[in-house]
């Protein structure tokens, strides 16, 4: 097993610039960190068309580097990744119907509860599929079903807020 580098860009960019490292509640800091970027994409109205493209480009390379830094430390699903936390709580950009902060902890909050619970199919991801793929994808399912939720309350006219 090699020694884990702090300053290694790659590590840099998987524990969200060291936000990984912290002792306790990582995942939790991780997606608390998220909050102000998904809420200025909101305030800003970033076209869909330019979130998805930009959003794909950082998924792929999360996964390539969250397989190789499994391989290279010989762990799997290291705590210290934590780039998939900011990616399941960035999925769901396109579910948030109003520009509130409010709104922002709302999803923030359904996010942190599906990742925790890992209902299936995350559950899946979380524990079958061993390579990057699956640091990736359970919080990406779990963002999904965040976005979803939330979604339904605020269209559903006796559920919205």
């Not at 840099?12 to 800091?29: D, K, N, Q, V």
């Amino acid at each position: 097993m090699q020694r884990l580098k702090i300053n290694s860009p790659n590590v840099l960019f998987l524990s969200m610039l060291g936000i990984g490292f912290f002792p306790y509640a990582s995942g939790t800091l991780a997606s608390i960190a998220t909050i102000p970027l998904l809420y200025l994409l909101l305030k800003l109205n970033l076209s869909f068309y330019v979130f998805i493209p930009v959003f794909i480009f950082i998924t792929i390379f999360a996964i390539y580097f969250s397989h190789q830094a499994q391989i290279k430390y010989e762990k799997h699903d290291p705590s210290w990744i934590v780039i998939d936390e900011f990616l399941g709580l960035m999925i769901t950009y396109p579910f948030i119907s109003k520009t509130s902060f409010f709104h922002v902890i709302i999803v923030f909050i359904l996010f942190r509860f599906f990742d925790i619970i890992k209902i299936w199919p995350a559950s899946y991801f979380d524990k079958k599929v061993t390579h990057g793929m699956g640091i990736i994808l359970d919080d990406l399912v779990s963002g999904l079903m965040a976005g979803g939720v939330y979604w339904t309350a605020t269209w559903v006219p006796w559920l919205s807020f």
